[in-house]
């Protein structure tokens, strides 16, 4: 069963333009959800988690994602693209009672143009 | 930097050989993870030690073992090589290993060309 659904593969926007990458889960469990991101050849950057203190999560480098339980989504906003942010990320869940091991989404590329 | 090592950072070998991969965590964190990174799987995650003993296991082929030392470092065996083992391995550690809410903190990755 999939955890965890990134809807596009691929998203450009443009330099200045908002950001939004989505997320969406499936839990039976409250979830406890992070993004990542992925530069090339580089390993994975915690951008944010949400551990259920406050549905609103502010990151680093301007990003933010916010919690909606009623929509089972955790989806990754940014106001202003800048080209620095051109990368992979990627949603992650932790559900296991047993481990922490997490179930990552399929990854969303994202293109800032010029 | 995230304070994970991994070593070998690129390592290219033969179907039917067997490799190591060596993992350190960040300084005071008890748990390891192993994941593979492939084209055609996305991220996966492999299998979980905290503090030298096994905690989860996922999808691990029986081809692979792994095992954490005292020391905490820990080493993901992959034997009977296939092309399909390509891949790039991540590591990561965290600091317990049973709360959901943790970070985990990832290695630069080893990246395995299997020929």
């Known amino acids: 069963a999939q955890s965890v659904t990134q809807l596009g593969s691929h998203v450009s926007v443009s330099e200045g333009a908002l950001v939004l990458l989505r997320c969406n889960y499936s839990?039976?469990?409250?979830?406890?959800l992070f993004w990542y991101v992925q530069y090339p050849n580089q390993g994975l950057q915690l951008l944010l988690k949400y551990t259920s203190a406050a549905t609103l999560v502010k990151g680093i480098n301007g990003f933010e994602a916010e919690f909606k339980k009623s929509e089972t989504s955790f989806h990754l906003t940014k106001p202003s693209a800048h080209m620095s942010d051109a990368a992979e990320y990627f949603c992650?869940?932790?559900?296991?009672?047993?481990?922490?091991?997490?179930?990552f989404g399929t990854g969303t590329s994202l293109t800032v143009i010029p | 930097d995230s304070g994970v090592t991994q070593t070998p950072k690129h390592l290219i070998t033969a179907t039917g050989q067997r490799v190591t991969l060596r993992c350190s965590p960040r300084?005071?964190?008890?748990?390891v993870y192993w994941y593979q990174q492939s084209l055609d799987q996305g991220l996966q995650f492999l299998i979980q030690y905290y503090n030298g003993e096994e905690r989860a296991k996922g999808n691990i082929l029986e081809r692979f073992s792994a095992q954490q030392f005292p020391d905490l470092h820990s080493e993901l065996n992959l034997s009977s090589l296939e092309l399909g083992d390509s891949a790039l391995y991540f590591c990561?550690?965290?600091?317990?290993?049973?709360?959901?809410?943790?970070?985990?903190?990832f290695g630069p990755g080893t990246r395995l060309l299997v020929l």
């Open positions: 300084s005071g964190d008890l748990s």
């Open positions: 992650a869940v932790s559900l296991s009672n047993t481990g922490n091991q997490f179930y």
């Open positions: 839990s039976s469990v409250p979830p406890y």
């Open positions: 990561a550690s965290s600091v317990g290993g049973a709360r959901r809410s943790e970070t985990q903190y």
